[in-house]
């Protein structure tokens, strides 16, 4: 909900102030990247490669990585459905 809020305001300012929609709503976004979900993925998977293979340590891996994952995916759509719906040029009915 938030990268679609970010996404509207992005295009609004970026037509206010003639510039490029990425201006206001690339460095509104990256303080929302999941970097703890992402740091702790790596960190199981170089205990993986340190200590050997133990289903705890996957698991651990595989979630953080899959949350991670997750929540990058739904930014970049929440960022692009505003351009998709403000710019369309067809009626959507």
């Given at each position: 909900?938030?990268s679609?809020?970010?996404?509207?305001?992005?295009?609004?300012?970026?037509?206010r102030?003639?510039?490029?929609?990425?201006?206001?709503?690339?460095?509104?976004?990256?303080?929302?990247?999941?970097?703890?979900?992402?740091?702790?993925?790596?960190?199981?998977?170089?205990?993986?490669?340190?200590?050997?293979?133990?289903?705890?340590?996957?698991?651990?891996?595989?979630?953080?990585?899959?949350?991670?994952?997750?929540?990058?995916?739904?930014?970049?759509i929440?960022?692009?459905?505003?351009?998709?719906?403000?710019?369309?040029?067809?009626?959507?009915?």
């Amino acid at each position: 909900m938030a990268s679609i809020l970010i996404g509207s305001i992005g295009i609004y300012w970026s037509r206010r102030f003639l510039a490029h929609p990425k201006v206001f709503t690339v460095a509104a976004v990256i303080p929302m990247f999941p970097g703890v979900f992402a740091y702790k993925a790596m960190i199981a998977m170089v205990e993986i490669s340190h200590l050997g293979y133990t289903t705890e340590l996957f698991e651990t891996m595989i979630t953080y990585f899959l949350r991670a994952s997750f929540i990058v995916g739904a930014l970049s759509i929440g960022l692009s459905l505003p351009a998709l719906w403000l710019y369309r040029r067809k009626p959507s009915v």
